[in-house]
């Protein structure tokens, strides 16, 4: 075995080793094994079964939500400058579109306030442009910069709104996020694995966000099994573990009373203030009578003891009760204004800031997906199989470079796709069996090749190494050829057009390291040993 | 084993009824799709609503159309190809209501074929976490001490024989086998739940907004790719070898876009995935041959045209038709019994590997030959209809040689 045939080995084993560490990482039993393959390959929702929503969320909503904040303040305004008006009121954009083109008009502003009006306005409601319609009457339109900002804020609010409402399902693997067309800016994807029950999920979704007050009985823990150990595996009766939100991917657990003191529906009112001594947010709260004397009880009994605010299934603060609270109350210990308005937006609603409507809903059930994987594989299988078969009797010993070659070529592409944490779809199968196809294409034609140079009458090595270079032009042309339609395909494509194209290029860069280089080592390794080589088995 | 050794058969002397062949597979599918008013798109791409449901025992499509009927709903009701025999798809082309349209194919299928829940859960509907919150307070009440734990890995597991068994529990008594089901936890699922005699195991609903949209992305991302590829191979080759490369997987697509259409089957993201692998398929085969067909050119300049690229579609015979063949059993494996969701896929693919190798010796080759001969005529002055107002009197006749190394210059 010549030096140059060792580094070529080498090199393969290394490929080989890294491969397949990529895939199964250094198992320690059967178990770790099936563990790690199914965390470093991802499955696709089309074959791991499971839901995927297309919502448009319907900015205009939020559009005239801000309009109408806006008119309440100004009129609270106009009222502490003695402004008199005639009538106020918006326009009522229907689509989303249009959700920009909002305007508030305002009618007969006496000419002697004029000037007081329109520095009001352009102190205290910087967002919006005024403009004159005629003597007493004006119009407001938003600016374009606020109108970004707004249309920013409510994705992504929603986006926020709907993660929490999702992960407080334990749906830990589904996403949230933007569809990314350029011309679908209001769009979101909700990927959810394992939900067959989309139902259930848009009706969660459309809820106002369910909320309690939980007594704490415990925690916080750590993890959730923490707090099972710490009370022997077995919560004690009417309680449940919560997690908090995540925070900087911290999460905690809280053990809580399953009953809760106070609920979403008992919450009358809720706002964000500044502390006036300390000057510290906090967030402000008025029950409704009913609940506020069943509070003002269990707050006398409790002080000192903290309270879990659970919204959706996950704590969002637990503060400690200080004093005897009946009817309104405060919530302290926000770090800044935006958390102190996020809190009181959740306890006034937590719903959607804008509504959504659903444009695709596909549910694959988790069977229906299985019994694809089960019988396209066998299938799949049972194909390469009479491939593998075929060809050795074909080309003999030969064929059992090429389908070394095969293989190594799938162990490569599985390989791949778990560095990239890339998902494997239907159409990212279709890749795969091009992939195959042309990796059978690559070794028959270095085969044939072989042959012709064998009965023009060369010599074994030197047939194989002219069969080898001659087919390498070709092999180079048909993979450059599909790699750039691929690149195409790629940037122009939707989702399933470049799982296609993302895994056909993946399989064709390690076709062409293994059908060439890692078939022509074997190659060169089996001619290597003998001084004469008088005939090849192909 | 050799099956092909150095033969020699006139492929293209034999081309005009290859070419006359395909003109009539081309008209015949173009006729069909014209008559159905396009291909018969799947809901991806003209959106719809489309619920596939399993039975214990299925009954007549006709009663499940009935049924469907009598709730207002004007659905296309079909047995799923190639699955078990208890499968169908319900389909609501309906643009309006599409949400409530899903709600309300479940609920009436479960009216008319389902049985009556007498308030106890359905064990083939809903997922683990459901399944665990309905048990938990029976298990406590029956006292069959279950931790948390427990609980949700039992109704995970119950969950994963359900997928196991085409997602359909028949009898709750199957469920002993299932690992962490003792006897006493059986006894609390019979009390709480019930196995209902159908499932619904996929349910699509797309909007007609986002299918047309699909549609426009997925043809003009294809023909992006065309352009990407002709583009390439003229860099390599010749610009005509380019041109006749792209007509031929068009060739390939347009046939097998006729035969779905005449075999009314419909055109799925996921055919569109097949689709593009027969573009790869074919542009690969066709690329071989014009490969073969440079070489030939750059030893053998004083062999016309034509039988140079005879000789080259015969040196390359032998591996066109094992590359072809193993292909084709592969696809053949995964049409026969790759399950329905993968029939639509394999179908393009086994029409796209025939449709592809024969394209590239009987549509690509003889293109690259009349062009050849185009270019042959014009410079000859007279004979040609195109040399004649063209040609610029007096410049002297070209040697053959030249002319034909010119139609199909070596880079």
């Not at chain 1, 002697?112 to 910087?126: H, L, M, N």
């Not at chain 2, 359909?168 to 299932?178: G, K, P, R, T």
Request: hydrophobic share 45%; net charge neutral.
């Amino acid at each position: 075995m010549t030096r140059n045939i060792k580094i070529k080995a080498a090199v393969i084993v290394a490929v080989i080793l890294v491969c397949i560490y990529g895939i199964i990482g250094i198992p320690k039993s059967k178990d770790e094994l099936v563990a790690n393959w199914k965390k470093n390959i991802h499955l696709g929702l089309d074959l791991s079964g499971g839901t995927q929503l297309v919502m448009q969320v319907q900015l205009q909503d939020a559009f005239k939500a801000f309009a109408d904040t806006s008119m309440d303040r100004l009129k609270e305004e106009f009222k502490k400058d003695n402004i008199a008006f005639g009538a106020m009121d918006r326009n009522d954009p229907g689509r989303l579109e249009d959700a920009d083109k909002i305007e508030i008009d305002i009618k007969g502003v006496t000419g002697a306030q004029t000037g007081t009006f329109r520095s009001t306005i352009a102190d205290q409601f910087s967002e919006w442009v005024l403009t004159p319609v005629n003597v007493t009457d004006y119009k407001l339109t938003l600016k374009p910069t606020e109108a970004l900002k707004l249309k920013h804020d409510t994705m992504t609010q929603t986006m926020a709104t709907i993660e929490r409402k999702i992960n407080g399902l334990g749906l830990a693997e589904s996403s949230v996020q933007p569809t990314g067309r350029s011309d679908a800016e209001a769009e979101l994807l909700v990927q959810l694995p394992g939900v067959d029950d989309p139902a259930h999920v848009k009706q969660l979704l459309q809820t106002q966000a369910v909320l309690e007050w939980d007594e704490v009985k415990d925690g916080p823990f750590t993890t959730r099994e923490e707090g099972l150990t710490k009370h022997g595996g077995v919560l004690p009766l009417n309680t449940k573990l919560v997690p908090t939100v995540m925070r900087g991917g911290q999460q905690s657990w809280y053990l809580v009373s399953r009953s809760p003191i106070v609920r979403g529906t008992d919450i009358r009112d809720a706002s964000a203030a500044q502390d006036q001594s300390v000057g510290r947010w906090e967030t402000n709260f008025v029950l409704t009578q009913e609940a506020a004397r069943r509070f003002e009880r269990y707050t006398e009994a409790n002080i000192g003891n903290r309270a879990a605010i659970v919204v959706d299934g996950q704590v969002i603060s637990a503060p400690t009760i200080q004093s005897r609270i009946s009817d309104t109350g405060r919530i302290t210990g926000a770090a800044n204004q935006e958390e102190a308005a996020d809190l009181s937006l959740n306890l006034r609603a937590g719903s959607l800031p804008a509504g959504v409507v659903y444009e695709e809903e596909r549910t694959v059930g988790p069977s229906l997906g299985a019994d694809s994987i089960r019988e396209g594989f066998r299938a799949g299988i049972a194909g390469l199989l009479a491939v593998v078969v075929w060809m050795l009797v074909y080309y003999r010993r030969s064929a059992i470079n090429a389908t070394l070659a095969l293989i190594l070529n799938a162990i490569i592409l599985v390989a791949a796709l778990s560095y990239f944490d890339a998902t494997l779809t239907l159409p990212g199968i279709a890749g795969v069996i091009l992939t195959i196809g042309m990796a059978v294409d690559s070794n028959v034609l270095i085969f044939e090749r072989i042959r012709e140079e064998l009965r023009a009458g060369k010599a074994v090595v030197a047939a194989v190494d002219a069969g080898f270079s001659k087919a390498l032009a070709t092999i180079i042309d048909t993979h450059v050829t599909t790699v750039v339609s691929c690149a195409f395909l790629f940037i122009f494509g939707t989702g399933p057009v470049k799982g296609f194209a993302v895994t056909l290029v993946i399989g064709l860069i390690a076709n062409v390291f293994t059908a060439v280089f890692v078939s022509k080592t074997i190659f060169d390794f089996e001619l290597s040993g003998k001084r004469q080589v008088t005939a090849l088995s192909i | 084993m050799e099956l092909f050794k150095n033969t020699n058969y006139d492929f293209l002397g034999k081309k005009w009824p290859f070419i006359i062949l395909s003109l009539i597979l081309t008209a015949a599918g173009l006729i069909s799709l014209a008559l159905k008013g396009g291909p018969r798109y799947g809901i991806d791409f003209r959106g719809g609503a489309l619920v596939t449901v399993t039975f214990a025992q299925r009954p007549p499509v006709d009663k499940v159309r009935a049924a469907l009927a009598a709730h207002n709903l004007n659905a296309d009701v079909q047995e799923v190809q190639g699955s078990p025999d208890d499968i169908i798809g319900i389909d609501v082309r309906d643009d309006k209501a599409l949400q409530a349209a899903r709600q309300t194919i479940v609920d009436s299928l479960a009216a008319s074929f389902g049985q009556p829940n007498n308030g106890k859960y359905n064990i083939n509907a809903g997922g683990a976490s459901a399944l665990a919150d309905r048990l938990r307070d029976a298990l406590q009440a029956a006292s069959v001490p279950v931790s948390d734990q427990q609980l949700n890995d039992l109704a995970a597991n119950i969950m994963d024989y359900r997928k196991l068994h085409s997602g359909l529990i028949h009898n709750l008594d199957e469920l002993a086998s299932v690992k962490g089901v003792t006897p006493s936890i059986l006894n609390v699922i019979k009390q709480q739940a019930y196995p209902d005699t159908l499932a619904i195991v996929g349910t699509e609903v797309v909007g007609p907004r986002i299918g047309a949209e699909l549609q426009r992305k997925a043809v003009l991302a294809v023909l992006y790719a065309l352009g990407g590829m002709l583009v390439y191979i003229a860099f390599r080759f010749e610009w005509i070898y380019g041109a006749a490369a792209v007509i031929a997987v068009f060739h390939d697509t347009i046939i097998t876009l006729g035969l779905f259409s005449l075999f009314n089957k419909e055109i799925s993201l996921t055919v569109v995935a097949a689709l593009l692998t027969l573009v790869g398929y074919s542009m690969n085969d066709t690329i071989v041959t014009f490969d073969r067909i440079r070489e030939n050119l750059k030893i053998m300049r004083r062999e016309g045209l034509e039988p140079l690229i005879n000789r080259s579609v015969n040196q390359t015979l032998s591996r066109t038709v094992l590359t072809s063949g193993l292909t084709l059993l592969t696809a053949l494996a995964l049409f026969l019994f790759g399950g329905h969701v993968l029939n639509g896929f394999a179908f393009a693919l086994v029409c796209g590997i025939i449709v592809g190798t024969y394209s590239s010796v009987f549509i690509a080759s003889p293109i690259l030959i009349f062009w050849h001969n185009f270019l042959e005529d014009r410079k000859r002055p007279g004979t040609g209809p195109a040399s004649v107002a063209k040609e610029p009197v007096g410049v002297p006749k070209a040697p053959k040689e030249k002319v034909r190394g010119g139609a199909a210059r070596v880079k």
